[in-house]
């Protein structure tokens, strides 16, 4: 009877044991790949920014002289290139970062000042879009169907051509 209960509470301890290192096993891994996330979408931004190519103000001058207008287009169009060049990563980002979040032992804080720092460039693109969907629909195909815009492009020197 001894060598059962002794038995018993062998196993039991191993059990134990055994979810107690799985479940570290899993916050080790979910943690090595929400780092390496965070490394992926950044080497991928970075790509997507070192372009030569500008919009010049002969480029959209048939558009509108519009400042207001031009820096709009400008700006949603560059957001969204970003974004889109981007998206695969940052969607792994995302998984990565609301597993780890889903934990119980997960440093929360840690996580949002990061989520901050990545959720940038998609929140850009989310507040463009408001600015820009309020001009009138010719103006935007007009903006839309320019080829370059349609790239990513170096927002800095595109800047510079404008002053």
Same mark, same amino acid.
């Given at each position: 009877?001894?060598? &059962? @209960?002794?038995?018993?509470? $062998?196993?039991?301890?191993? %059990?134990? /044991?055994?979810? *107690?290192? #799985?479940? +570290?096993?899993?916050?080790? &891994?979910?943690?090595?790949?929400?780092?390496? /996330?965070?490394?992926?979408?950044?080497?991928?931004?970075?790509?997507?920014?070192?372009?030569? $190519?500008? @919009?010049?103000?002969? =480029?959209?001058?048939?558009?509108?002289?519009?400042?207001? %207008?031009?820096? #709009?287009?400008? #700006?949603?169009?560059?957001?969204?290139? +970003?974004?889109?060049?981007?998206?695969? *990563?940052?969607?792994?980002?995302?998984?990565? #970062?609301?597993?780890?979040?889903?934990?119980?032992?997960? =440093?929360?804080?840690?996580? =949002?000042?990061?989520?901050?720092?990545?959720? $940038? %460039?998609?929140?850009?693109? *989310?507040?463009?879009?408001? =600015? &820009?969907? @309020?001009?009138?629909?010719? @103006?935007? *195909? +007009?903006?839309?169907?320019?080829?370059?815009?349609?790239?990513?492009?170096?927002?800095?020197?595109?800047?510079?051509?404008?002053?």
């Amino acid at each position: 009877m001894n060598n &059962y @209960i002794i038995l018993f509470f $062998a196993v039991f301890t191993s %059990i134990f /044991s055994y979810a *107690e290192t #799985s479940e +570290q096993t899993l916050t080790n &891994y979910l943690t090595i790949e929400y780092h390496n /996330s965070i490394k992926a979408y950044d080497t991928k931004l970075e790509k997507c920014q070192q372009t030569k $190519a500008t @919009i010049t103000p002969d =480029d959209v001058k048939h558009i509108s002289n519009d400042w207001n %207008i031009i820096s #709009s287009a400008l #700006s949603y169009h560059y957001a969204k290139t +970003q974004d889109l060049c981007t998206r695969n *990563e940052l969607e792994r980002y995302s998984l990565f #970062s609301a597993k780890l979040q889903a934990l119980a032992d997960s =440093d929360k804080t840690m996580l =949002d000042k990061y989520n901050q720092l990545i959720m $940038a %460039i998609p929140l850009a693109y *989310e507040r463009t879009k408001a =600015d &820009y969907f @309020i001009f009138p629909e010719d @103006i935007r *195909e +007009q903006f839309s169907g320019l080829e370059k815009l349609n790239k990513p492009f170096n927002l800095m020197k595109t800047m510079d051509n404008f002053n």
